[in-house]
């Protein structure tokens, strides 16, 4: 009995699981293909950086649906993503536009690594440049201004 009650239950759950994931139909392939890379471009409003196909929130599911319905009456990939930005700002596209604000999004790692790169070549360099007798003029030179301070700091004592 106990056994009886657990399976039915178990398959109410699941078959409202398979029913809750809709089901889109497309007039081509090709609108099925356009659904499917728009659905990982766009980003859900309400989640944290998670796209609509992988959103269970209201707004994502509306969002798909509103997609769906732009894509079977013809409008172009470049058309839905348009609209959606224009109905929920520019944050709903997971590509931003190039902007002065967006140029160091997209330039500055890039920038710095080549900065680092140039520091590192640099150094690198003059620490080849210093031959061994530069390298004993320089100690040489330290040695003589330590000899000039102990000898000032010996006539201010006397």
């Known amino acids: 009995m106990i056994r009886t009650r657990f399976f039915i239950l178990c398959f109410m759950v699941f078959s409202c699981l398979a029913s809750a994931e809709e ?11 356009d659904f499917m890379l728009l659905s ?8 944290q950086n998670q796209n609509i196909a992988d959103s269970n929130a209201l707004i994502a599911n509306d ?9 079977l009456e013809g ?17 709903v596209h997971y590509q931003p536009p ?7 999004l997209y330039f500055g790692p890039v920038l710095f690594v080549v900065l680092c790169f140039a520091y590192f070549v640099m150094s690198r360099r ?20 330590k000899l000039k301070q102990a000898e ?5 004592i006397s």
């Not at 990982?40 to 989640?47: A, G, H, S, Y």
């Not at 470049?78 to 959606?84: K, L, S, T």
């Open 40 to 47: 990982k471009e766009l980003r859900c409003p309400k989640c």
């Open 75 to 91: 409008n172009s990939p470049e058309e839905v993503v348009a609209f959606m930005k224009a109905r929920y700002g520019e944050f």
């Open 63 to 71: 969002m798909k649906r509103k997609v769906h319905q732009l894509l």
């Open 152 to 156: 000032t700091a010996l006539k201010d």
């Open 126 to 145: 003059s620490a080849v440049n210093m031959t061994p007798e530069s390298k004993e003029q320089e100690e040489d030179s330290q040695r003589l201004n």
């Open 98 to 104: 190039m902007t002065p604000l967006t140029f160091w």
């Open 23 to 33: 089901k889109y139909e497309f007039e081509t392939e090709q609108q099925r293909a």
